[in-house]
């Protein structure tokens, strides 16, 4: 899952490479998995009820986490920004991508979350004026149009669900997940202008308190009436926990040890993990239009943020 931070500077050691690059793989693997168990949890709880069942076990797990390591008094101080962070970086999002869920794979959803840096670079330049050039605009171009490559073949429709009636779903899912980027992306850009120089497990915990408080009521109004399931109840533990709780604390780990533009790869390796997941424990269908669509998106945000830089030609003399 993509989420927001406050750079800071890496520690440029060698001994410390192999770590932060198990800690990438553990993370785009506990993320990847994030979209398996929002399917899992949304078919029975429903959208709402899985994101907030998510962000409040997550902030139940970070706050304790946040005490030990003294972080309590930033958050105090800092409190209504971060809580109000939650509500782009985490509630909304969730809330967003768990309803996708219910129309089309986790293998679709993990590539349109992709684009969550392609908006951060929208919303950064509409925000501070940071207009992109040369090859981020390009980029950018790129990224919409394997977007829209994307929704127009209808692909990623969950089995069983045909292209003809169900069409307007998918647009809708697609939609839905495209809308939680460009919150990721505001978040971003939030958080730069009003929460730089906080510690970021501090702006985590906040964030996931702000994103519950949120969808409480809503999730206690749409809670289903039929007792979910011992599998559904176990997935919205793992998504809480494991997806959330656990892999913030990696991310936050990984920003010290790598910094801020390493730890943001990570975007990449997540289709790689959900289209895994997906397939084999879901037994979701992969089409070759799909895997043209995500490595055109893929390549547009790689141009966008930076990650793909074309080599300049050395000028004549």
Known sequence: MTTTTTPQAPQQTTSNTRAWVV??????????????FMRMGAAEFGALPTAAARVSIGAAFLFPLMMLRGQGPALVQHWRASMALGVFNSGLPFALFSFALLTINSSLAAVLNATAPMFGALVAWVWFRERPSGWR???LAIGFIGVVMLASGSAGLRDGDGAGGNHNAALWAIGACLLACLCYGIAASAT??????????????????????????????????QMPSLRAWLAIAALGVLCTGVAYFLFFRLIERAGPARALTVTFLL????????????????TQWMLVCAAVIVCGVGLSTGFIAPKKRAAKT
Do not use: K
């Open 137 to 139: 605009l390009v980029g």
């Open 271 to 286: 289709p790689v993990f959900a289209t895994f997941y997906g397939v084999v424990f879901l037994d979701e269908r992969i």
């Open 192 to 225: 730069r202008r009003y929460l730089t120089g906080v510690p970021p497990l501090a702006t985590a915990t906040g964030s996931q308190i702000g994103a519950a408080l949120l969808l409480i009521v809503p999730a206690v109004l749409y809670w289903p009436q």
């Open 23 to 36: 800690d990438l793989v553990l993370l785009a693997a506990l993320w990847g998995a994030s979209f398996l």
